[in-house]
């Protein structure tokens, strides 16, 4: 029994490898874990600051928006913002390619509505635009809580191939 084992082990040790009973899991170190969730904190403070953002800039456009001069500058202040949006949240998900898509299939259904609605109905550009801000606050806030629960289960779970 003795010269059956022996070869395997003589094998194993050739090829530079460990017996898969030595295989060790990796986990984390505090350190990686703290700066991990201090930057999904910091992502989300700067995605809710682009919203705000938006909300103001879309609010004075509407309140602007009372000549057809006007409804053009709305559209246009309008597509800007969504894709200054598009932009940070794409920057914000680089890891979550799926739902980077679902926000930007969402996005310009939402930009052409808005687009759509103000250029056919220029006396309801002003709700037209509330519609699109509260639109855009949810798909962002949607966005944010589906990244960090992905990073927080990345953190907390990493891959098993992952170098940490």
Do not use: C, Q
């Not at 022996?6 to 874990?33: A, E, T």
């Amino acid at each position: 029994m003795w010269s059956i084992d022996r070869p395997l082990v003589v094998l194993r040790s050739s090829l530079g490898r460990r017996p898969s009973s030595s295989v060790v899991v990796r986990h984390p170190s505090w350190v990686v874990v703290v700066v991990r969730v201090i930057v999904v904190v910091v992502l989300e403070v700067v995605v809710e600051v682009v919203v705000v953002v938006v909300v103001v800039v879309e609010v004075v456009a509407a309140a602007a928006a009372t000549t057809t001069t006007s409804v053009v500058v709305v559209v246009v202040v309008v597509v800007v913002v969504v894709v200054v949006i598009v932009v940070v949240v794409v920057v914000v998900l680089v890891e979550v390619v799926v739902v980077v898509v679902l926000v930007v299939v969402v996005v310009v259904v939402v930009v052409v509505v808005v687009v759509v609605v103000a250029v056919a109905v220029a006396v309801a550009v002003a709700v037209a635009v509330a519609v699109a801000v509260a639109v855009l606050i949810i798909v962002v806030v949607v966005v944010v809580v589906v990244e960090e629960v992905l990073v927080v289960d990345s953190i907390l779970f990493p891959p098993y191939n992952s170098r940490l």
